[in-house]
């Protein structure tokens, strides 16, 4: 069973920086997609953004230019660095990963606050 640990997550002012960490653990399968999406209330879950197998990234309009996604292909983890937040990212992100027998898997959600 696919194990995905979070972290990264909390309260900051609008401007300001963080950086979301997250590492799979327990398949043998390789992942072909990593990502972020996240869930404000009242809202749908919306991809973040992602990187696929061959290094292509892949970004919500909203994020683009303050957001940057990296992978670890070693460690099996990636990281999201948020710059210059705005309220409205304010969400729990879920780190999400796919498998190359095109399941999905989440982990269990980090709250990240941005205060106006």
């Known amino acids: 069973q696919v194990q995905l640990v979070e972290s990264g997550g909390g309260l900051v002012q609008a401007g300001g920086s963080l950086r979301l960490s997250c590492a799979a653990s327990?398949?043998?399968?390789?992942?072909?997609?990593m990502g972020w999406y996240r869930q404000a209330p009242g809202k749908q879950r919306e991809l973040v953004a992602q990187?696929?197998?061959?290094?292509?990234?892949n970004y919500a309009d909203s994020v683009k230019g303050r957001f940057t996604i990296s992978r670890d292909n070693a460690k099996n983890a990636i990281d999201l660095q948020m710059n210059n937040l705005k309220p409205e990212d304010t969400a729990v992100y879920y780190c999400?990963?796919?498998?190359?027998?095109?399941?999905?898997?989440w982990g269990q959600g980090t709250q990240v606050t941005v205060s106006s």
């Open positions: 990187i696929i197998t061959g290094g292509r990234t």
């Open positions: 327990g398949s043998s399968f390789r992942f072909n997609a």
């Open positions: 999400n990963v796919r498998d190359t027998l095109v399941r999905n898997f």
